[in-house]
């Protein structure tokens, strides 16, 4: 490869900066794309540590997985029905909310037409 280039070189085909910068340019592109495949790695590496830490915080108890069979479905029965239980909390408390919210827009909307009607 190197006596073709010099070939060229020599016969003013190509300029001798032409293949250095070449080069220079290809490790370039070859570092920057290094970089962003870490960059991407390590984004990954974040985003499970923090699914794990959420994991961890939302499962009430830690599950033993060399205790028996029995057990086990014992613990994935408790842990599931304070799961459930918490679900209906916030499904409560969420429909709650939205009634709240209604009766609030309601009252304002009732509010706005009774001002218009008297300032009529």
């Known amino acids: 490869m190197n006596i073709?280039?010099?070939?060229?070189?020599?016969q003013?085909?190509?300029h001798?900066?032409?293949?250095?910068n070449t080069k220079f340019e290809e490790s370039f592109e070859k570092f920057f794309s290094v970089c962003?495949?870490?960059e991407l790695h390590l984004k990954t590496a974040i985003d499970h540590?923090?699914?794990n830490v959420a994991s961890q915080h939302h499962t009430p108890s830690q599950?033993?997985?060399?205790a028996g069979d029995n057990q086990k479905y014992a613990h994935y029965i408790s842990t599931i029905k304070s799961q459930v239980s918490y679900v209906k909390e916030i499904h409560s408390e969420l429909v709650n909310s939205t009634a709240n919210v209604s009766n609030i827009s309601s009252r304002t909307s009732a509010d706005q037409?009774?001002?218009m009607?008297?300032?009529?």
């Open 113 to 115: 037409i009774a001002s």
């Open 36 to 38: 962003d495949q870490m």
């Open 49 to 51: 540590s923090l699914q």
């Open 12 to 14: 003013g085909i190509k």
């Open 63 to 66: 599950i033993n997985p060399s």
């Open 4 to 10: 073709s280039n010099n070939a060229n070189i020599d």
């Open 16 to 20: 001798a900066g032409d293949i250095s």
């Open 117 to 120: 009607e008297t300032s009529s």
